[in-house]
């Protein structure tokens, strides 16, 4: 399977596409693509797709200026669009094969699709690119472009009948426009911030936990093995309700995860699960404590979760819990997609 990914790039000033993103309630980082550029990564949703069309239409719209929106699909095919003042005017393919849509028909026939109009297997469509106007692209770079080699890259010329990763052609397309092509060839799911320059975290403002003067909040992912009769959210409660009492100060919303993202960590959770053996639940929790640094409630949670598990299903030692550090980002996507919330009473 090839690489698959979606963002944007606005012309316009950091601080206003970051506000523009705030009023728009969007989820997203961004990255400096150059002076007065903007690289927007915009937040997948469960299928590890993000709309970046309906993201680059409504920031152009808003800001009264221009953008492009780059889809980069299974290694095979580029799709830029140009936006300006919230209208498309401009729509750019790699592969114009690959906007045929084959089907087989109700007499067992084979057909395609394309614009809308459906046609005979046999009949002629259009191959090669669409749209590889390099005059469109140049006031949408950096400096002097030229347009010599932007129109090489945009054709995909490159003298070779090897094939071209659709996402080398779309970094040799944003170099040729003096973009920077680390934050536009990359996804909201794949940012690491110490390696991404500039990078910045734009999030909606009701996503922002609360948290009291005083208080810690720390983000954790949780793994314990559980019998075949359990309940996974009475565990979860559970879980939540183990931090009362205790030497600190804690609290927690326990998330009871259902369907375990790539995106949300998920790798990093399936091998504990391996690791256990056993029937497992797994669980984002935001816990908050007072009274010790990060370390110490971290660690007085551990063993109050612990001790209320193991007490509770009998667990044995290699059946957890397991407490897993996961990036912001991951954490984030995996608790805002949880089935069910137990809080602490």
């Known amino acids: 399977m090839g690489t698959s990914y979606q963002n944007l790039m606005v012309v316009g000033d950091l601080a206003a596409v970051v506000s523009a993103l705030e009023g728009l309630g969007a989820d997203a980082w961004v990255v400096p693509a150059a002076a007065g550029r903007v690289t927007v990564l ?43 003042n919230g209208d498309l005017v401009h ?78 052609q779309h970094r040799l397309i944003m170099k040729a426009m003096n973009l920077d092509p680390a934050g536009l060839t990359t996804a909201f799911r794949w940012v690491r911030q110490e390696e991404l320059l500039g990078a910045a975290r734009v999030k909606p403002a009701d996503q922002a936990p609360r948290v009291a003067e005083g208080w810690t909040l720390v983000k954790v992912a949780l793994v314990t093995g559980l019998p075949l009769d359990a309940d996974q959210v009475a565990a979860g409660q559970i879980l939540a309700d183990a931090l009362a009492g205790g030497p600190l100060r804690l609290r927690a919303t326990v998330g009871c995860a259902g369907v375990l993202h790539g995106a949300a960590g998920g790798a990093e959770i399936f091998n504990a699960q391996l690791r256990m053996r056993s029937r497992t639940a797994a669980y984002y929790i935001e816990l908050q404590g007072t009274g010790g640094d990060q370390e110490q409630i971290l660690d007085a949670a551990r063993q109050a979760w612990t001790l209320a598990l193991r007490g509770r299903f009998q667990l044995a030692a290699n059946q957890g819990p397991e407490l897993i550090n996961l990036t912001e980002e991951q954490f984030d996507l995996g608790f805002s997609r949880a089935t069910d919330y137990c809080s602490t009473t």
């Open 91 to 168: 729509e750019y393919v790699s592969e114009r094969a690959a906007l045929v849509d084959w089907f087989i028909n109700d007499d067992g026939a084979p057909g395609f699709r394309l614009d809308g109009v459906e046609y005979p297997g046999d009949a002629e469509y259009p191959t090669g690119p669409g749209g590889a106007d390099p005059d469109v692209f140049a006031p949408l770079g950096v400096g002097p472009v030229d347009l010599g080699r932007l129109g090489v890259t945009l054709r995909g010329e490159f003298g070779t009948s090897e094939r071209i990763f659709a996402e080398f």
């Open 42 to 84: 915009p937040r997948e949703d469960e299928y590890s797709y993000a709309d970046a069309d309906g993201l680059a239409q409504s920031l152009s719209a808003t800001l009264r200026t221009s953008a492009l929106s780059n889809v980069v699909f299974d290694s095979d095919v580029v799709s830029i669009n140009v936006y300006r």
